[in-house]
């Protein structure tokens, strides 16, 4: 994988005095595989946060992952509060221009043993225009802020949808596609995420939609059976199954409804594997 490369400022807002004992190694994560994006010693009781990306930042979903121990005992701490706040900034015709994207706030997993929360980027850094994130933690200890500039790419097959409505014009929406993450002949996970623009800084999550899914193999020109289409679990996430009968290129049709007024017809993820 790439090295990623990031701009880091960290800023502490509150703090106490760091304990003077040697550090004991960073422990071991289960989080290690994935891609180390930032680390950094806040001096908040002398606690390290290690954040991590699956992958390089692209536009669609990006699951980020916040590791916090104590650099002394190594102990996981999971009493912190986080938020994430992305701000793309723009220059068009001379003015400029700032926009947020859709997130998911960060809470605690015990089966990961870190802090889990996902930014959908919904453009990439270009020439006219960059991204920003910054993270705001706190406990009943401290504060501060981290902030770091991902350069977010487009992937070959798009992982990020958007539209306008088909029957409300004035309504934009944001599909994203969550799984599969690694397909495979047979049986998969399908989910989506869905959301909706309703100002420059409000990107809220969509449920109660009906989705339908149609997978087809545009070279061989045949669908597959046994598919399951996804249904709305909240927080904007939507849950099916796919079957993928061969290796390929795969195109997987949506058509989204809100009751009888037709949101899209029309658009697909393309998935080769």
């Given at each position: 994988?790439n090295?990623?490369k990031?701009i880091?400022?960290?800023v502490?807002?509150?703090s ?5 004992k040697?550090e004991a190694p960073?422990?071991?994560?289960p989080l290690?595989?994935?891609a180390?994006?930032l ?5 908040v009781d002398?606690?390290?946060l290690?954040i991590?990306?699956?992958e ?10 916040i590791?916090v121990?104590?650099?002394i005992?190594?102990?996981?701490a999971s ?19 700032q ?6 706030q ?5 089966e990961m043993?870190?802090?889990?929360g996902?930014?959908v980027f919904?453009?990439p ?6 991204w ?5 933690f ?6 501060g802020?981290?902030q770091?500039?991902?350069k977010?790419?487009e992937?070959?097959n ?10 409300n014009?004035?309504?934009?929406y944001?599909?994203?596609l969550l ?5 495979d ?5 399908f989910?989506?995420?869905?959301y ?5 800084m409000s ?5 109660g939609?009906?989705?339908t ?6 070279t ?9 289409n996804?249904v709305?679990m909240g927080?904007g ?6 079957n993928f009968?061969?290796?390929?290129l ?5 058509t989204?409804k809100?009751?009888?007024n037709m949101i899209?017809e029309?658009h697909y ?5």
């Amino acid at each position: 994988m790439n090295k990623l490369k990031f701009i880091l400022t960290l800023v502490v807002i509150t703090s106490l005095n760091s304990c003077k004992k040697e550090e004991a190694p960073t422990p071991e994560s289960p989080l290690k595989d994935m891609a180390l994006v930032l680390s950094s010693k806040t001096n908040v009781d002398a606690y390290k946060l290690d954040i991590y990306m699956m992958e390089d930042p692209f536009v669609g979903f990006n699951k980020i992952y916040i590791e916090v121990y104590d650099s002394i005992s190594g102990e996981r701490a999971s009493d912190w509060n986080f938020t994430l706040k992305p701000m793309m900034t723009m220059m068009m015709n001379g003015t400029t221009m700032q926009h947020t994207s859709p997130v998911e706030q960060p809470k605690f997993s015990k089966e990961m043993n870190a802090y889990e929360g996902a930014v959908v980027f919904i453009m990439p850094t270009s020439d006219m225009g960059v991204w920003n994130m910054d993270i705001a933690f706190e406990n009943n200890r401290g504060s501060g802020t981290l902030q770091f500039s991902p350069k977010v790419v487009e992937k070959d097959n798009p992982a990020l949808l958007s539209f306008l409505s088909a029957s409300n014009p004035d309504k934009k929406y944001f599909v994203a596609l969550l799984n599969p993450t690694k397909p495979d002949v047979g049986i998969n996970d399908f989910e989506i995420g869905i959301y909706t623009k309703e100002s420059m800084m409000s990107f809220p999550t969509v449920d109660g939609l009906e989705v339908t899914i149609a997978p087809e193999m545009p070279t061989m020109g045949h669908g597959s059976p046994d598919n399951v289409n996804p249904v709305s679990m909240g927080n904007g996430h939507y849950k099916g199954s796919v079957n993928f009968t061969m290796s390929g290129l795969w195109h997987v049709n949506l058509t989204i409804k809100d009751g009888d007024n037709m949101i899209d017809e029309g658009h697909y993820f393309a998935i080769e594997f």
